[in-house]
């Protein structure tokens, strides 16, 4: 530790920090615009130039070491004439524009002008213009003449989004921040660049000129589009939310959010939303009050119950629901006499599932993905998947960590990888048996099953065999792969032989808290595959798209064609199946209090920040309701902390509840013959609020989707850009454009799921034939 003197006392810091950290260390506010802490230092902009003994001028305290014995000096005349020098050359091109800038009121300029700009201006000259442009359907850049050329954007697009979408050109007072040749900015964390914009440069597009700062209630809450658990802060006026920001959370989501939790609010007060209970009646719908739909609802099911029994009742719900929901759904169906309750609409193995009450997890904090050594992601699109989970994996990738994928495409993670294993999904666990097979040989044990000489795989189990902290992580489709257990199976394996954590990263939002609160089938109960797989007597739905949320959205839209009573409980209106019968208005997150479980078990509840639009009601008390209806014990509960307390018990026993060790043997499963399809689920179609925000879907990672198809098959067919092809799944055909990938297994094609465009076909993993159209 080295101390220094600063304004008259001593403080004491690591050695080779820098001034600013004594400064923050001593909560000694320097003002500054380019300095982040979570950036590297540019020292640009010289806003925080202090006073230091025995320097002949005055130096930026964001780049200067702190060396033995320092003496610095922030308010002395000497420090304080150079920051107002700085200040009005700062504003000297400023437009000062303050009354119908969307920054006013939160502004960094705006607040140090304050306390150190003039009251007049000395320039008389005029001030230049930095011509607006149009990058996308998120960011504004339309007042750039604002810009004080401070590089946070551009440094947050290189060192943490990974992409460098914005960078300076020119020279002088001809520099301006662009990006290149006239591109839009795509990143997936692109909204971030709002937050470190010192001033009003870049801006919310969708919520530009809705609402000046002062007039927001600002309400904390949680997001529920992935298994990060971000923390936000919605903000509200008059009833409606009209920002998302985010909460800073060092252990979860730091100070970041991606753009599905920042935009997705305008799917909330969209056109699309569902505000009254719906009947189908002679095959129209019918609005009707709460008590009919629920009359209707429990009439129907104890009809059901009578003629039919128990074996035709299932319920089939979408992970990102709350605990209290998820535990009153299977409540409901339990109570009924069914075991048929489920999440996992995309699953293809359902018998990869944790005991009763315990949960497959992270296997490790959030926080340490960014301190691992080496790491093996298998069958994750991470970047879009896990969004901030990628940016912890980027940021231990820029500090020398070793990272491999395996699967069938490699995206652009926006990070450099050690090494690729590229295999058609029915070779992933062959893929596996490989790496095993290196590490036993290295450890002088018996390989768990055949292994194949692989030199990709070799690589793996020598970075995992040496280093200390090091993963497996099984991604979104390694968990609705058909052989998910043999994939678990085989990485806990290497994982028990090298020491590294093994855990998937789950892929809704209470992934975990579902599992935890046994939202999952019991003896003898259908899951989700069969219940969306055959006609159903009776079958509830919680906020679940079944054709687009399904893993054969085929055979779900033929299931539930010939299905009896179907009750959609959904927050919009164009999200019911076809074949629904009644539609009942629940609240989305941000107009209901509930609780979710990350990925790593972090338990995090929210409250409602807004009143449910319209006659929607929060899901727990609508099922609460529906409860009593149908004469069941157990729903009497008065608020949501009960309903908490009831479903997820003692806390303090939650973390022995987590559990990715598996009871299946290993097996490596029989290879699919000819071509295999692989999916992923695009970033703004995993669920049903952000596929209904607008700004999210004009997107480029919202197109409609393309076929990918591996270099050799594309010249098989010989195809050309623009071309289309057929895709056949059994009886299942569409007719999509497809697009050559190099980095395609030979033997795959990539077909999107959860899209309108591709909800006619079948399986999300399985044989597929393709021809030109």
Known sequence: MIEIELDGKKVSVAEG??????????????????????????????????????????????????????????????????????????????PLDCPIC?????????????????????????????????????????????????????????????????????????????????????????????????????????????????????????????STGANLIVQVKGNKVLRVVPLENDDVNECWISDRDRFSYEALNSDARLTQPMIKQGGQWQTVDWNTAL??????????????????????????????????????????????VDVRARHADFANAAPAGQARWLGRSIASLTSLNSALVVGSFLRKDHPLFALRIRQAVRKGAQVFSLNAVHDDWAMTL????????????????????????????????????????????????????KAILLGNAAAQHPQASGLLALAQWIGDHTGASVGYLTEAANSVGAQLVHALPGAGG??????????????????????RDAADAAAAKTALAGSGLIVALTS????????????????????????????????????GVVRPLGDARPAWKVLRVLGNLLGLPGFEQESVDEVRAEALGDLSQLPERLNNRSSVPIALGEAVR?????????????????????????TSDARAPQVGLSTALWQQLGLKVGD???????????????????????????????????????????PIAVEKA
């Open 526 to 547: 259908m899951n989700a595959g069969q219940m969306l797989g055959q006609p159903m007597k009776a079958l509830l739905l919680l906020d679940v798209e079944p054709v």
């Open 102 to 226: 969307d920054q006013g009121g939160e502004c960094q300029l705006q607040d140090l002008a304050v306390g150190y700009g003039g009251s007049t201006s000395r320039y008389a000259e005029e001030k230049r213009v930095v011509f607006h442009k149009n990058v996308g359907p998120l960011i504004s850049m339309q007042e750039m003449s604002r810009c004080i050329h401070c590089t946070r954007c551009v440094r947050f697009g290189q060192e943490i989004a990974g992409i460098m979408e914005l960078g300076m050109q020119h020279r002088g007072e001809h520099s301006e921040i662009t990006t290149f040749i006239g591109r839009s900015i795509d990143s997936e964390l692109s909204g971030n660049m709002i937050d470190v914009c010192p001033v009003g440069a870049l801006t919310s597009k969708p919520f530009r000129y809705s609402a000046r700062t002062w007039e927001l209630s600002r309400r904390k809450s949680v997001s529920p589009h992935d």
């Open 418 to 469: 050690a090494g690729r294993i590229t295999s058609v999904p029915s070779g992933w666990a062959q893929a596996l048996a490989d790496v095993a097979g290196y590490v036993a040989s290295a450890k002088g044990v018996a390989a768990p099953a055949n292994a194949l000489v692989n030199e990709a795989a070799k690589a793996v189990a020598d970075a995992l065999l040496s280093g200390e902290r």
């Open 674 to 698: 000819g071509l295999e399809r692989v999916s992923d689920v695009p970033i703004y179609a995993t669920d049903s609020v952000v596929r209904r925000a607008t700004s999210l879907q004009l």
């Open 572 to 607: 919009f209106k164009d999200a019911a199946v076809d074949n629904a019968d009644v539609l009942l208005p629940i609240a989305p997150f941000t107009e209901s209090a509930g609780t979710l479980v990350n990925a790593e078990g972090r338990v995090q509840s929210y409250v």
């Open 17 to 94: 920090s820098m001034v600013m950290h004594a400064a923050d260390a001593a909560g000694v506010t320097i003002p500054h615009f380019c300095y982040h802490r979570k950036l590297s230092i540019a020292a640009n902009c010289r806003m925080c130039l202090v006073d230091i003994e025995k320097s002949p001028k005055p130096m930026p305290a964001c780049a200067t070491p702190v060396t033995q014995g320092m003496i610095v000096r922030t308010k002395s005349d000497k420090a304080v004439k150079a920051q107002k020098s700085v200040m009005e050359f700062l504003l000297i091109n400023h």
């Open 724 to 766: 289309s092809v057929r895709l056949t799944q059994d009886a299942a055909s569409a007719v999509l454009p497809a697009r050559e990938d190099a980095t395609l297994a030979a033997q795959a094609v990539r077909v999107a799921a959860g899209c309108a465009e591709t909800v006619g076909l079948g399986a999300m993993f399985g």
């Open 295 to 340: 009359g209707y609802v429990a009439d129907g099911l104890k009809r059901i119950k009578g003629e039919h029994g128990v074996a035709g009742i299932g319920a089939v719900a979408a992970g990102h629901r709350s605990v209290e929901e998820l535990h009153l759904l299977a409540k409901l169906v339990r109570g009924l006499g069914s075991e048929s």
